[in-house]
C-alpha cells in the first residue's frame, strides 16, 4: 500500500495547507486539508483511518507529538482538497488544538484538520493511512487514543507520507 498527494512536491507541503494558507477558522488555524490518494491498498480494505501529525512537536510541547487531523470511516481511495470541510461521508476525530498548548479552545472548532504551523523551525509531517476490514465505531470529536483502539485487530495495511513545512 502507499499513499500520495499532489499537496506535496519536493518533499515539502504547499503553503495552502498550513499557516501561509488563505482558508482559516475564527481561531486562525489553516483548515485547507491536504489531498490524498491511496494506492494499491490490501484486498479485502472496507475503510481507511488517517492520522496526520507532527513529531517534531515533542520539544515545543514539551513531550507529545501533535494532531493536525484523524478520520476514520473512509470509504474512497481519493480525499481531494479541504475535503475536512465539505465532505461528510467519513467521521472525523479531534486534534491537538483543544490543548493547553493550542490555547484550549472548544472541541467542536478542533474536530476537522488543523493545518501546519509550525513555530520554530522547518517540522516533518507524516501522514498515516490505515486499512481496515471494516468500519470504526466512533462518533465526530473522538480522540486519538479511541481511533487506535478501535483499530485493533482490523488493519490490513498501513502507509506513511511524510513532507516538511517550515516556519
Known amino acids: 500500500m502507499r499513499v500520495v498527494s499532489s499537496g506535496i512536491q519536493n518533499g515539502k507541503i504547499l503553503d495552502k495547507y498550513g499557516k501561509r ?6 481561531a486562525g488555524i489553516p ?9 494499491d491498498a490490501p484486498q479485502g480494505t472496507i ?7 507532527d513529531k517534531d512537536a515533542v520539544p515545543v510541547t514539551k ?3 501533535w494532531i493536525h487531523w484523524t478520520a476514520c470511516n473512509i470509504t474512497k481511495t ?28 472548544p472541541e467542536r472548532e ?9 513555530p520554530d523551525c522547518p517540522h516533518r509531517y507524516e501522514l498515516h493511512v490505515f486499512a481496515l476490514d471494516c468500519m470504526l465505531e466512533l462518533e465526530e470529536g473522538f480522540w486519538l487514543n479511541a481511533l487506535y483502539h478501535e483499530m ?14 517550515d516556519d
Not at 475535503?83 to 479552545?105: C, K, M, Y
Open 110 to 118: 478542533c474536530c476537522r484538520y488543523g493545518g501546519m504551523g509550525a
Open 78 to 105: 481519493e480525499v481531494k482538497e479541504n475535503a475536512s470541510q465539505t465532505d461528510r461521508d467519513f467521521v472525523q476525530g479531534l486534534n491537538s488544538w483543544p490543548s493547553i498548548q493550542g490555547g484550549s479552545l
Open 31 to 39: 483548515t485547507c486539508s491536504l489531498p490524498f490518494v491511496v494506492l
Open 63 to 65: 513531550g507529545f507529538s
Open 47 to 53: 475503510s481507511f483511518a488517517i492520522v496526520l501529525e
Open 21 to 26: 494558507g488563505t482558508q482559516k477558522n475564527k
Open 152 to 165: 485493533e485487530g482490523h488493519i490490513l495495511g498501513r502507509a506513511t507520507l511524510k513532507g516538511v513545512y
